[in-house]
Nanobody, 123 residues
Framework: QVQLVESGGGLVQPGGSLRLSCAAAGISLNINTINVMGWYRQAPGKQRELVAT???????NYADSVKGRFTLSKDNAKNTLYLQMNSLKPEDTAVYYC??????????????WGQGTQVTVSS
């Protein structure tokens, strides 16, 4: 069973920084059957939106709202995804979710989500 466990969220002042971690269990993040891995977020009353993802072929995709402020990275030895968030704004307040899109046997597609970690940016 694949598990994604997020951590690192919390309360931070505007302009501050946080680093989110997504520890994966039951699957290696360094396999070619993973098409997409990264972070989404959902604020109250809003739909879940893409924040930053690695896609097949090694490309990186960032939401326009976080470009230049957030950095997506991966540590294969620790089997962990990270999201470094700098210059945080109140509008970054949301629950942040780790996501994996991967290929199962028979070439079926599957999405795994973490439980989420709350990020609150407020003075």
């Amino acid at each position: 069973q694949v598990q994604l466990v997020e951590s690192g969220g919390g309360l931070v002042q505007p302009g501050g920084s946080l680093r989110l971690s997504c520890a994966a269990a039951g699957i290696s993040l360094n396999i070619n059957t993973i098409n997409v891995m990264g972070w989404y977020r959902q604020a109250p009353g809003k739909q879940r939106e893409l924040v930053a993802t690695f896609t097949s072929g090694g490309n990186t995709n960032y939401a326009d709202s976080v470009k230049g402020r957030f950095t997506l990275s991966k540590d294969n030895a620790k089997n962990t995804l990270y999201l470094q968030m700098n210059s945080l704004k109140p509008e970054d307040t949301a629950v942040y979710y780790c996501r994996l899109d991967r290929v199962l046997s028979g070439r079926a597609l599957h999405v795994d989500w973490g439980q989420g970690t709350q990020v609150t940016v407020s003075s």
